[in-house]
């Protein structure tokens, strides 16, 4: 039986973060509701919040990413 993979929790904390300024970026970029108030608008701020919610989340993935490449390579060599 394999061992589950484990982030460290900083970066699961960036992951969550990161989701939900994305989630946020696609509420406002398909005007479902307005949830960002109006004096803090800027041009461009849906792509803002879209692209760093991916810049949070992508350090995240490439730890899972990286370890279980390591652990396959680990499992292959005789």
Do not use: C
Request: glycine share 4%; net charge positive.
């Amino acid at each position: 039986m394999s061992q589950p993979l484990k982030a460290p929790l900083p970066l699961l904390i960036l992951d969550i973060l990161g989701s939900v300024l994305m989630l946020w970026g696609i509420i406002e970029h398909f005007e479902i509701v307005q949830l960002m108030p109006e004096a803090w608008r800027f041009p461009f701020y849906t792509p803002v919040l879209l692209v760093s919610g991916l810049l949070l989340i992508m350090p995240y993935q490439f730890t899972i990413v990286l370890e279980a490449l390591r652990r396959r390579n680990s499992n292959t060599k005789p």
